[in-house]
């Protein structure tokens, strides 16, 4: 599936969609949940830059929450993405 994002750059969200199994699931991300588990940016990255980078393992991560029971949209937590 191609993932559609949306970047709210004033509020430091990232809106995404995961496809699992046969239904897409909107999932967030903030700046500040990222900067969490992996500490800064570097000056020329962007969060949606970070998130295409990590495609495959976010992807990976909202698709296990939501088989676990989690509620839509799926949310990340720092502690999430601790893989």
């Known amino acids: 599936m191609d993932s559609q994002q949306s970047f709210d750059e004033r509020k ?30 570097t000056s020329d990255a962007s969060l949606l830059d970070l998130y295409r980078e990590n495609l495959l393992t976010i992807n990976a991560i909202v698709s296990k929450k939501v088989r676990t029971g989690a509620r839509k949209p799926v949310v990340l937590s720092a502690r999430d993405l601790e893989v």
Do not use: C, D, K
């Open 12 to 41: 430091g969200l990232l809106r995404f969609q995961v496809l699992v199994g046969q239904e897409p699931v909107t999932a967030f991300i903030s700046s500040n949940t990222w900067q969490a588990a992996y500490g800064p940016f």
